[in-house]
């Protein structure tokens, strides 16, 4: 029979935070270029109003302007003839005043403010001439007026002259005068409208450096939140936790206790992370953990009672081999990339101290009476240390977490003493099998059938032809093997441990098996199987009860999946 050691992948999809934060920001930066659109376009709107605005009173200033001057020609006007009056009264002479550059003015006035070709107040008025006469044409000296003769057409026309540019003058500089205060007016409105294109310009720019200053200090402030409070914080603070509490409420009772930065923050970040399921009760924790740490920590619950902070904790796991757990040692499963103060030559030493074992044997009696003899087994403590999470404190030595973790199989196998007793097996036999049970099977079922095929197998005094015997043998168990090498695995080594050549258990455990297989291997299933073999890309077992079915098993889910 052909055994594989499938180890089972562990994939974890996980999205960056980060990277979230990133993409709340590329939206508030779309926003921020439509809310810049929209500023635009009200400031076109504003541009427009404020033009419409200084056009209408241009146009009323304009108006205003030019009832003022009409008001002043009506002035000049009864000015004139108010003399014309007093040189008749007092010259007795018949000049004649002519309005002609009067009418010029109003004209051109009329056309100024009035482009549309209504006539105004002042050219509707009728056009008079002031006709004054003399009754004896004495001059004021008592001679006779040479006015009496008749004038000649040169001097007609030399008054005429001389009249018509005097009232041209005056037209020229009224026009002149209106002109000059028009551009002025012009002026202004393009310099205020200069000014609120640049005021206009300047908020755009202030909201623009806001929201990109905005959207980093946020992101800045989740970053540092994300991170331990104080990384250099070797304190441990002790938080309860009550029952029942939500993620927004824990968050709240570690930001009071000083344990994260932000409730907020923490409470977001579990939604995004989809942490939940938080345990209640008391909790050790330091502000160096990030909120990953933190979090962990959160799920695997809490103590009933406060209990002394540790330094640290040591994770063994289910299936591991002395080897590997002497390296766990080393590791301080509570933070990330941090070490413990121990050694893996001070816990291999330990493992193999024969003094250090007798003790543990006389202090578990149960567990440890039918313990393998040194020149049997590679590691006699192998098997016998439950795989678990464990702390350590500043006065926790070596020999210390040994025996917690045997005492904590000897509490585990406890309930299982009488049941092993009544089955004439010994717990080294349990336990031996367990550790292959461990390794061959991943779901429960498939461990209470594996484990009823070997009992099958040994009741039948045929061997167990496992691969993990093998693997360990060589010491290559818990490495990653290929598909090639484990289906040409050499079974024909020479080792007690090779359950090809040999028929029964190997004279003790390859690793720690977990609970689920020492609970399979005490109550195994009742089946009629003597062979099974794992399909390499499902991870599924195949049972057979004859050895032609074990083969086509073989080749189907094994040889030819390994050829292609």
């Known amino acids: ?243 029942g509490s939500g993620n927004k409420y824990i968050g709240q009772i570690l930001e009071k206790a000083g344990v994260i930065k932000s409730a907020t923050v923490f409470n977001y970040y579990t939604k995004f992370k989809n942490y939940s399921n938080f345990q209640s009760g008391y909790y050790n924790l330091q502000a160096s953990m990030d909120l990953d740490e933190i979090c962990k920590l959160l799920k695997e619950g809490g103590t009933p009672q406060p209990e002394k902070p540790s330094l640290g904790k040591i994770l063994v796991t289910e299936g591991y081999t002395i080897k590997q757990i002497s390296e766990a040692v080393i590791k301080n499963s509570a933070k990330k990339n941090a070490s413990t103060p121990y050694s893996s030559e001070d816990f291999l030493k330990v493992v193999q101290d024969e003094a250090f074992i007798s003790k543990m044997a006389a202090k578990y009696p149960k567990l440890l009476s039918s313990l393998p003899s040194a020149d049997q087994v590679t590691y006699r403590l192998e098997g016998y240390l439950f795989p678990a999470t464990y702390s350590y404190y500043k006065e926790t030595s070596m020999e210390d977490i040994v025996e917690e973790m045997i005492s904590t199989m000897d509490s585990y196998m406890s309930q299982y003493y009488d049941t092993i007793a009544a089955s004439g097996k010994s717990v080294n036999d349990v336990l031996t099998l367990a550790s292959l049970v461990e390794k061959e099977g991943s779901t429960d079922d498939d461990r209470r059938n594996i484990a009823s095929v070997f009992y099958n197998r040994m009741n039948n005094n045929m061997p167990l032809q496992s691969n993990i015997a093998i693997l360990y043998a060589m010491g290559k168990l818990g490495e990653e093997t290929s598909l090639a090498a484990d289906a040409s695995i050499d079974t024909s080594i020479d080792s007690p441990y090779n359950v090809y050549t040999n028929t029964g258990l190997m004279p003790g455990p390859v690793d720690s098996p977990s609970l689920a297989a020492i609970e399979a291997t005490v109550n195994p299933a009742s089946t009629d199987y003597y062979y099974f073999v794992a399909d390499v890309k499902t991870g599924k077992v195949y049972y057979s009860e004859n050895f032609d079915d074990h083969q086509a098993n073989v080749e189907k889910y094994v040889n030819s999946q390994i050829n292609e």
């Open 1 to 243: 029979m052909t055994e594989l050691n499938d180890d089972k992948p562990k994939t974890q999809k996980e999205k960056s935070f980060k990277e979230q934060i990133l993409a709340e920001l590329e939206e508030a930066n779309r926003l921020r270029k439509q809310h810049e659109i929209e500023l635009r376009q009200k400031e076109k709107e504003a541009e427009e109003f404020a033009r419409r605005t200084a056009q209408l009173m241009a146009e009323y200033e304009a108006e205003d302007r030019r009832e003022r001057e009409e008001a002043r020609i009506r002035e000049e006007k009864r000015r004139l003839e108010e003399k014309a009056k007093e040189a008749l009264a007092h010259n007795q002479i018949e000049p004649t005043v002519d309005n002609q550059k009067i009418k010029d003015v109003l004209r051109n006035i009329d056309q100024t403010f009035n482009p549309n070709g209504t006539k105004s107040d002042a050219t509707e008025g009728k056009s008079e001439s002031y006709l004054v006469r003399a009754t004896d044409g004495i001059g004021a000296d008592g001679n006779p007026d040479i006015s009496d003769k008749p004038k000649t057409s040169s001097e007609s026309e030399s008054k005429d002259d001389l009249h018509s540019k005097h009232e041209s003058g005056q037209s020229d500089a009224a026009e002149t005068d209106l002109e000059n205060k028009v551009g002025k007016r012009r002026k202004k409105r393009q310099k205020t409208n200069s000014l609120a294109g640049k005021i206009a310009l300047c908020l755009i720019t202030a909201i623009i450096i806001a929201l990109l200053a905005t959207g980093f200090f946020v992101y800045r402030y989740v970053d540092s939140s994300i991170k331990p409070l104080d990384s250099s914080s070797t304190e441990y603070i002790t938080v309860d936790i009550p029952e």
